[in-house]
T-cell receptor, first 113, second 109 residues
Framework: EAGVAQSPRYKIIEKRQSVAFWCNPI?????LYWYQQILGQGPKLLIQ????????DSQLPKDRFSAERLKGVDSTLKIQPAKLEDSAVYLC???????????FGQGTRLTVV | RKEVEQDPGPFNVPEGATVAFNCTYS??????FFWYRQDCRKEPKLLMS???SGNEDGRFTAQLNRASQYISLLIRDSKLSDSATYLC??????????FGTGTRLTVIP
């Protein structure tokens, strides 16, 4: 069974530039999460989708971050404009139901310089 | 108050030792609990789910105490390969999954 796919794996951008990350969840998984993990910390939930609807985006910095899951499958997370403190690994995860285990992609390591 | 709080660590233990991690959660209505393992520069992976009656998987035992709102992970006979960060995960008010900050374990030869 294919796992959660993410791209790109690495990205280096200058501050104030824009960047987008892509995620393809495991087939059949209705729930999709985006997490931000700063070095030395646990993953922080940014946004959770159930199919193509947003369940929770309370910790998403909406002035610069946006995410969509238009057809209830793939998702994109965008940062515009990026700040130095956005340097982190962005992890996408999916689960069959909201209360079942989440499977993670390998993440996108973002460095903002 | 954070949704999930964990022992800060790090834990450095010799091979063969028994080590325990604790985690507290704030939402008394939480129904799903997990322990994830994360190796350096890798994604988190499920170690085990935590059930109300407690559960065991080989050298690993997970316990849930709903009254005190904490979960624990016990690792017996530690191996070098157990060195990793262990993340406590609890579902929150919107049935989303919240992670603790993680406890780093290093098993020393």
């Amino acid at each position: 069974e294919a796992g959660v796919a993410q791209s790109p794996r690495y990205k280096i951008i200058e501050k104030r530039q824009s960047v987008a990350f892509w995620c393809n969840p495991i087939s059949g998984h209705a729930t999709l999460y985006w997490y931000q993990q700063i070095l030395g910390q646990g993953p922080k939930l940014l946004i959770q989708f159930q199919n193509n609807g947003v369940v929770d985006d309370s910790q998403l910095p909406k002035d610069r971050f946006s995410a969509e899951r238009l057809k209830g499958v793939d998702s994109t997370l965008k940062i515009q404009p990026a700040k130095l403190e956005d340097s982190a690994v962005y992890l996408c995860a999916s689960s069959f139901l909201q209360t079942t285990e989440a499977f993670f992609g390998q993440g996108t390591r973002l460095t903002v310089v | 108050r954070k949704e999930v709080e964990q022992d800060p660590g790090p834990f450095n233990v010799p091979e063969g030792a028994t080590v325990a991690f604790n985690c507290t959660y704030s939402n008394s209505a939480s129904q799903s609990f997990f322990w994830y393992r994360q190796d350096c520069r890798k994604e988190p992976k499920l170690l085990m789910s935590v059930y109300s009656s407690g559960n065991e998987d080989g050298r690993f035992t997970a316990q849930l105490n709903r009254a005190s709102q904490y979960i624990s992970l016990l690792i017996r006979d530690s191996k070098l390969s157990d060195s990793a960060t262990y993340l406590c995960v609890v579902n929150g008010r919107a049935n989303n999954l919240f992670f603790g900050t993680g406890t780093r374990l290093t098993v020393i030869p």
